[in-house]
């Protein structure tokens, strides 16, 4: 009998979480650096409140579901459900543990905790010492995917890094002309765009803004433009390349050295920031680059990048998630191959992914998988 209550209860856990996840998702490409997180409240099986994060110093889940709640007097026999758990120090806003406390509320349940040096298992200590019961790790794995990057970058203080890659069905990325526009359908394009929007930033390499002149911006759906970000190692694009121009800020990686030339001059007073790294490897540092921009607040970064700087990033062991795109056709051998050489000499060398999930656009198949 115990058992059976148990599961039920279970049950009710995960189906509220899980409304917070759906909650939560509403806030993305609009709170970063902060997490997505939503919350529901719950009076006798039934939900009386909710809300979510909606934007980066606004107020927070909890306060969004407490204040939707009209009757106050029903707040102290309620549940509250959050993803993420509530914090307990001063930001932008107060501390969404004391505000609980405060509106005397009984009992929360979290999925999981917030890895934020100024959290970190003290929003839940602080309301347990004030009696809430508190339950932990309903729906943990989906909540921690729903903020991989907000957790990585506070875990491993560097950015959550994925990378996308358009290519056929045998691995190619561009024809032997050096042309990729376009491999894919309208479909995945459209969906590129929204992943855009999502990510602080988006990452490329000289020779895809030389081969392709990308705009790198959010446009075949709404969302805002993340930073365009990049790396041009001797300073060799021209003033003209659309990255530059106003539509979105731009960084720009280089390791010319400022004092020698009016390019740089120029770049900087188009309001393009110019940022110099060490090089490695015959290229930019990508783990300097990768620390810049995570001092610069930015916690995931896009890469549509060519074969070179994908390789370069793998070998440097600094990619999360891929998103590759495979169209249903064929450029053959003398195609551009999706990554550049790898030095992989016997498969137990192999470079190692997870399937995550699949999904058509039109015609063209998606899989994301993760770096193991
Ligand atoms: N289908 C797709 O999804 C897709 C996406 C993007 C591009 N493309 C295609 O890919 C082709 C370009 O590919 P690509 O491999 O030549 O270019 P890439 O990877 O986009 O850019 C490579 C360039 O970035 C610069 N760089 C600086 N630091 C680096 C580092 N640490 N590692 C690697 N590169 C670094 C280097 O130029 P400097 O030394 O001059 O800085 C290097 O030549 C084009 O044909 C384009 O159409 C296809």
Not at 89 to 103: A, E, F, M, R, V
Not at 228 to 248: H, I, Q, S, W, Y
């Amino acid at each position: 009998m115990a058992v059976k209550k148990t599961r039920r209860d279970l049950q009710h856990h995960e189906r509220y979480m899980s409304r917070c996840l759906q909650l939560a998702q509403r806030g993305a490409g609009s709170v970063s650096p902060n997490p997505m997180v939503g919350s529901v409240i719950v009076v006798d099986n039934r939900i009386v409140g909710e809300g979510f994060h909606r934007r980066f110093g606004g107020p927070h889940a909890e306060v969004n579901a407490i204040a939707c709640v009209d009757d106050e007097a029903l707040l102290t026999r309620s549940t509250l459900y959050v993803n993420l758990e509530p914090c307990s120090h001063y930001g932008k806003t107060p501390p969404c543990s004391d505000l609980i406390i405060q509106k005397k509320i009984p009992k929360v349940v979290v999925a999981c905790r917030d890895p934020h040096e100024k959290v970190a298992g003290k929003g839940i200590g602080k309301l347990r010492e004030a009696g809430v019961d508190v339950i932990e790790g309903i729906l943990e794995d989906e909540a921690l995917k729903l903020n991989e990057a907000f957790i990585k970058s506070h875990v491993k203080n560097m950015p959550f890094v994925a990378l996308k890659l358009a290519q056929t069905l045998d691995g190619k990325i561009a024809t032997v002309t050096g042309r990729s526009k376009w491999i894919t359908g309208k479909e995945s394009r459209t969906h590129v765009h929204s992943l855009r929007s999502r990510y602080d930033a988006v990452l490329t390499g000289s020779a895809t803004v030389l081969a392709d002149d990308p705009r790198l911006t959010v446009r075949h759906t709404k969302g805002r433009n993340p930073l365009r970000v990049v790396l041009d190692r001797t300073l060799r694009l021209p003033l003209g390349a659309k990255v530059f121009n106003k539509e979105a800020p731009t960084l720009l990686f280089t390791s010319v050295e400022s004092s020698n030339t009016t390019k740089l001059d120029r770049l900087q007073k188009n309001g393009v920031e110019v940022v110099h790294v060490d090089e490695k490897h015959g290229g930019l540092d990508l783990g300097e680059v990768l620390s810049v921009l995570h001092a610069k607040g930015i916690l995931s970064v896009f890469v549509e990048s060519g074969a070179r700087l994908s390789a370069s990033l793998l070998r440097s062991m600094l990619v999360d998630k891929a998103y590759i795109y495979i169209a249903p056709k064929l450029f053959g051998g003398d195609g551009l191959d999706s990554f550049a050489p790898l030095d992989v000499h016997t498969p137990d060398k192999a470079f190692l992914f997870r399937f995550e999930a699949s999904f058509f656009f039109g015609e063209d198949l998606l899989l994301e998988a993760y770096t193991r």
